[in-house]
């Protein structure tokens, strides 16, 4: 009995691998998607999951052929994402990997498409490797940190703050900020009167708020993120602090509004264009794909986008549906010359506008995006602003 | 420093402090009568913020599903060993007390939560789910382990720990929350600017020490902890059940820690794994009390309260290595001051 089930398995089976490859050979891009959906991670990782589902709306073939997504957990665990990512491309044969929420997974991601050879779009900020064939296989799709951090400075400046304090975590998002802060650091024009940190987890900012409003400084870059964010800010307003407020795109969130209330009035930050979408003027680039962008979420989703991190997937989807209709002309897809074709597309990604970037990819970094790529914001009666 | 900062930091180093010391006076509290310094503390005080925040939503806390499931097992665990000692008339109290008990918890909350309800009521019912949570633990997990020595209870508990940081995860989410401040009052004190919010955090340790102080001298439930505190075996032949005594010890401990973390809730935001950082710097203060006695404890969590904020103000990037560097020379000095044959005995 059990033999014969067997033998009728092993028939089924025969039949349908036998029906597959009779199948025309039609073609189909794959994209293998990473992303957090449970551990400390999934706040970033469900609005890149709900990203891609609008890109999906948005734009589900490319010249005709369909393009497949498979999506897998990582859990927030590098080795996870590492696991993930072999799988992908040894068992279901994908073209291209995007991923994932956190920088370590996405480093573990990027050492499987370097060893692999697949083109890696990375959607959380991590300095692209070159592989050992001397070759980039990861692309960044954020904006550099630096990036970040010198849209706002540059703006201080502009401003006229001669005397800027600093406060911000005691972590490496903290050390980046002030690096930058110090980079923008001249001689008769800016300086850096306090340096000031805290820990995620602490209950009060006295006295760091107290040191800083003690250097008498005229504007205050606040280095944290989120409800912590405010933190600082809660304290300055508490002792009575009247200057400028500056801050970085990681605390353009809703609970940081939420948190602040009152005492985070008129702060200033750096952000993607799609944040402020419907405030850009019609000749911007990211004003009608944001927005389309936005349709494509709630209707995907059934929630509208209220975050900056799903625009990241969705342009990462653009960039690969414009090099995969170049590269189709050299190899078909899903056959591992494809990848390459594919790879040789991406570095050719030309001015590609985005939500959150005009893109354009070189051999000499694997970051896409210049100035652009970020916009001022001003918080104005608990909104962004758009500030030109 | 000026002096006007120096009293601001004062303050705010009270604050913290106070928080601290319903902390560590828990802990002293389990450790003396269970000998298990219990690392999960921190834990139960984040689950509470936690609830109260869920509770503010409108939804039903996580809190709820983690008890139902502790009580389960709990209640399991007791009727099977009741059963195999053959002691069927003890069955239906100890199903009372270990699993229809936590479920009425559960069971009020679940008709309260969607009402609307004031905000003193809310703080009830967030204590009442997140009390049993020490209790049920204490019977799954140290009760069977009751007499071992106090390394293996304390590994346990670090493992303990853990558990709890991953249940919190699946049932609170990785989301942290803030609460809405119970006071927007505000006093000035000889110049310095106190919020309500301070002095309810202040008035809140007062009161509990003084009712744990009232608790030991007057009541025959106080006097029973203290002596199996002091003698667990001496306890016993006098009557006092050392298991009931540390359920008590477990629940007035846990009380402390929800009602520390329901207070802290405003003022930090609080994820699923805060605590355990609430709980280590409590710690310290309770291992300059020596982990034995309550003043001893509290002096030392205000302590740390007050480094703590003199620490951010003068050298912000070193704050909590200050705090922790402070362990050292206190354990040292502990351990120079103390008669070692005095542990000897106890193992």
Not at chain 2, 54 to 64: I, M, V
Not at chain 2, 258 to 264: E, K, R, T
Request: with cysteine; net charge neutral; proline share 5%.
């Amino acid at each position: 009995m059990a033999l014969i089930r067997a033998g009728f398995i092993a028939g089924v089976t025969a039949a349908v691998l036998a029906a597959a490859s009779l199948s025309p050979a039609r073609a189909e891009y794959k994209i293998g998607f990473i992303t957090s959906l449970s551990g400390p991670a999934s706040t970033i990782g469900i609005p890149y999951s709900r990203g891609i589902a609008a890109a999906k709306e948005y734009m589900s073939e490319i010249g005709g052929e369909p393009i497949n997504v498979i999506q897998l957990d990582d859990g927030s665990d590098p080795s996870a994402a590492t696991r993930d990512a072999r799988k992908l491309v040894e068992e279901d044969k994908v073209d291209v990997l995007i991923g994932t929420s956190t920088a370590a997974s996405s480093n573990a991601i990027a050492a499987v498409a370097d060893e692999l050879k697949v083109p890696y779009l990375a959607i959380s900020p991590v300095s692209p490797p070159i592989a050992d064939d001397g070759l980039r296989w990861v692309l960044c799709v954020t904006q550099p940190p630096p990036l970040m951090i010198k849209a706002v400075t540059d703006r201080i400046k502009q401003d006229g703050v001669k005397r800027l304090g600093y406060i911000g975590y005691s972590d490496a998002w903290g050390n980046f900020v002030y690096e930058g802060a110090k980079a923008a650091e001249t001689a008769g024009a800016l300086a850096i009167v306090a340096n000031e940190r805290y820990a995620r987890t602490d209950m009060s900012v006295v006295g760091q708020v107290l040191k800083v409003v003690a250097s008498h400084p005229d504007g205050v870059l606040d280095g944290g993120s989120g409800t912590q964010g405010a933190l600082p800010l809660l304290g300055l307003a508490e002792r009575g602090y009247k200057g400028k407020l500056y801050g970085t795109p990681a605390i353009v969130n809703a609970d940081f509004i939420r948190v602040g209330g009152r005492a985070v009035e008129g702060i200033l930050a750096s952000g993607g264009p799609v944040l402020v979408a419907d405030q850009l003027p019609d000749t911007h680039y990211a004003k009608k794909l944001s927005l389309a962008f936005r349709a494509a979420h709630l209707k995907a989703n059934g929630v509208a986008s209220a975050d900056s991190f799903a625009p990241y997937a969705f342009d990462a989807w653009l960039i690969f549906a414009d090099a995969a209709a170049r590269a189709k002309a050299k190899a078909a897809p899903g056959a591992p010359e494809f990848r390459g074709a594919l790879r040789d597309a991406l570095f050719s990604v030309k001015e590609l506008a985005g939500t959150q970037g005009v893109y354009t990819f070189t051999a000499a970094s694997g970051y896409g995006t210049d100035e652009r790529s970020l916009v001022l914001v001003r918080l104005v009666n608990g909104a962004w602003q758009y500030v030109p | 420093m000026t002096p006007d900062i120096a009293a601001i930091l004062a303050v705010d180093g009270i604050a913290n402090g106070a928080i601290y010391v319903l902390v560590a006076i828990g802990l002293v509290l389990i450790f003396t009568v269970t000998r298990v310094i219990f690392v999960p503390f921190g834990d139960i005080a984040a689950f509470a913020a936690l609830t109260l925040a869920a509770f503010n939503e409108k939804r039903l806390p996580g809190t709820a599903g983690l008890v139902l499931g502790l009580a389960a097992l709990a209640a399991l665990i007791e009727a099977i060993s009741l059963v195999r000692l053959g002691r069927w008339r003890a069955l239906p109290r100890a199903l009372g007390f270990y699993l229809a008990l936590p479920a009425l918890a559960v069971g009020a909350a679940a008709l309260a939560v969607a009402h609307d309800l004031p905000m003193p009521l809310r703080v009830v019912l967030a204590l009442l789910l997140v009390l049993p949570i020490a209790p049920l633990l204490d019977r799954i997990v140290f009760r069977p382990i009751a007499d071992a020595t106090v390394l293996l209870l304390l590994i346990v508990a670090v493992a303990l720990h853990y558990a709890l940081v991953g249940l919190g995860l699946l049932f609170f989410g990785p989301e942290g929350v803030r609460t809405e401040p119970f006071t927007d009052a505000s006093f000035d004190i000889a110049g310095v600017d106190v919020s309500g919010q301070t002095a309810l955090i202040v008035a809140a340790a007062i009161v509990f020490s003084a009712l744990l102080y009232l608790l030991f001298d007057f009541t025959l439930i106080g006097k029973a902890l203290h002596a199996t505190a002091v003698n667990r075996t001496g306890a016993r032949l006098m009557g006092i059940r050392p298991a009931r005594s540390g359920a008590i010890a477990y629940l007035l401990g846990s009380l402390m820690a929800a009602v520390s973390g329901i207070l802290i809730a405003p003022v930090n935001t609080i994820f699923y794994d805060s605590g355990f950082l609430i709980g280590l710097k409590a710690f310290v203060g309770a291992i300059i009390g020596g982990l034995v006695s309550y003043p001893g404890a509290a002096i030392g969590a205000l302590f740390v309260g007050m480094l703590e904020s003199f620490a951010a103000f003068q050298s912000s990037a070193f704050k909590d290595v200050i705090v922790f560097s402070l362990l050292i020379p206190v354990l040292l000095w502990r351990s120079i001051a103390s008669d070692p044959s005095e542990e000897e005995i106890e193992e």
